[in-house]
């Protein structure tokens, strides 16, 4: 059985769509709401639980062969502002999981990480697996330091992991949370009738990957027995800047948003661009939705 840590959330409802009708799926969720009820609950076996909790994680894993964690309460918009409470609730609680999975005998745990935040200001650009991870927000250090505790349980106690280091996803149903996301979040203003806010002047690049284009990279992932005791680099291996993914948005919509443009933040790095070739080669997959069309086909999601 696959079980999907964080189901309810953005890209695990996906994962869930994605993976149901080929596996036995677990969803398991701080809480789930009545459309994730609606559409699943007679396809997958549904479990709330606290990932804070220890006894009920540990119930959660009974009969379960791979792991999909997705679980996290932090976000790159958060900066460093609430470091302590970061380790907190974000690398405290894994490591008693990952040491539950263990126990409950789980074969492979699969970890979505952050490549747009490990890495840090400096490594080449694209990025590959093998730079330097240098983090300068506290999301990207609490994924690294999860990284780092995976890779010694897996020497140690002989757990096989999956590390996906995945860029920026979108795609229908993604709502603004925890100041991540910026298409939701240019979205969101826009319907506010609020300008579109613009860090910096605009030319800082990222790399966005269309959440069918993810999903179907994890599920390469789960049957792909050489991808144990990977790094993974996982995107579209292209750099979109804010100011293109605002024009492609109005484009789509036939509007002209208003900006207002603010200071640039510190913790930010101004160009994350992942190399994505040895996640081609190891997975045999293609992310092939560019921008355009993955904006294309979110609005024909909508209505």
Known sequence: MIAIYGANGFIGRNLVRQLSGKFSVRAVSRGFDETFLSEFRSRVDIREGDFGSAISMLSSLSDVDTVIQLISSSSPGMGNR?????????????????????A????????????????????????AETAHTNPINSHGMTKLMIEKYLQMFSRVDGLEHVILRVSNPYGPGQTFRKGQGLIPAILQRHREGRPIQVFGDGSSERDYIYIDDLTAAVEKVVTCPEAGNQVLNIGKGEGRSILEVIETLEAALGVRFEREFLPGRNTDVSRSILDVSKARQLLSWSPDIS???GVARMFAAQG
Not at 117 to 122: E, K, M, S
């Open 104 to 127: 409950a005998g789980v074969r492979r745990y699969i970890f979505v990480s952050s490549g747009g935040t490990v890495y840090g200001p400096n490594a080449p650009v694209p990025t």
């Open 82 to 102: 609430v470091l302590v409470d970061d380790i907190q609730e974000n690398v405290i609680p894994h490591v008693s999981f990952i040491q539950n999975a263990i």
């Open 291 to 293: 921008l355009e069309e």
